[in-house]
């Protein structure tokens, strides 16, 4: 089992472009986080989605947005970007709501806004 | 809302040194608190949890609800223990959502 894996490993957008970010979770884990860590801070939540859903969702604007798939596996997407998005890109899955679960992550998407 | 502070960006120690990396947490419930570790080209994995109460490669934390603190600490560094570390805190009826402070690089010189 490869864990989470998370694609693609870097990318570089410009100011105003759309982004999309993609994960898989691990195996046997049907619930995906995604989390966006700024350089020089600690990783920030931006939602999770469990049966296709957000579930729940942190203090990040509408302009992030996601999807889950049947596979479980999950997207983020980002439109209208701004240089502040500029960021490393966690993907975390666990096995249900509750909260009960660890919590697996993936190593990150690496995003450059220029 | 809750919030995690992890006052020391950078701890430098010598091997064999005793360790304490401090965090504190506001919230007005009952937290749950993490410690995660990212050695160096890894990925951000777990190291303890306070409701588990047990030493995870040599290092413990305490929660103290009374001074909203999880310190962790380690008696006797090692080379390898050097990483960034994060405290995380779970809300009740937060799911899986994290709250992170903002890291702790510990450098554990020979």
């Known amino acids: 089992d490869a864990g989470v894996t998370q694609s693609p490993t870097h990318l570089i957008k410009t100011r105003g472009q759309q982004v999309t970010l993609r994960c898989s979770p691990k195996?046997?884990?049907?619930?995906v986080s995604w989390y966006q860590q700024a350089l020089g801070q600690g990783p920030q939540f931006i939602f999770q989605y469990y049966e296709e859903e957000e579930r729940q969702r942190g203090n990040f604007p509408d302009r992030f947005s996601g999807h889950q798939f049947p596979n479980y596996s999950s997207e983020l997407n980002v439109n209208a970007l701004l240089l502040g998005d500029s960021a490393l890109y966690l993907c975390a899955s666990s096995s249900g709501l509750a909260g009960d679960h660890e919590q697996f992550f993936g190593p990150g998407t690496r995003l450059t806004v220029l | 809302a809750q919030r995690v502070t992890q006052p020391e960006k950078l701890l430098s120690v010598f091997k064999g040194a005793p360790v304490e990396l401090k965090c504190n947490y506001s919230y007005s419930g009952s937290p749950e608190l993490f410690w995660y570790v990212q050695y160096s080209r890894q990925r951000l994995q777990l190291l303890l949890r306070h409701i588990s109460r047990e030493s995870i490669k040599g290092f413990t934390a305490d929660l103290n609800k009374g001074e909203t603190s999880f310190h962790l600490k380690k008696p006797f560094a090692q080379e390898e223990d050097s990483a960034m570390y994060y405290c995380a805190l779970r809300a009740n009826n937060a799911g899986n959502m994290l709250t992170f402070g903002g890291g702790t690089r510990l450098m554990v010189k020979p």
């Open positions: 195996s046997g884990h049907d619930t």
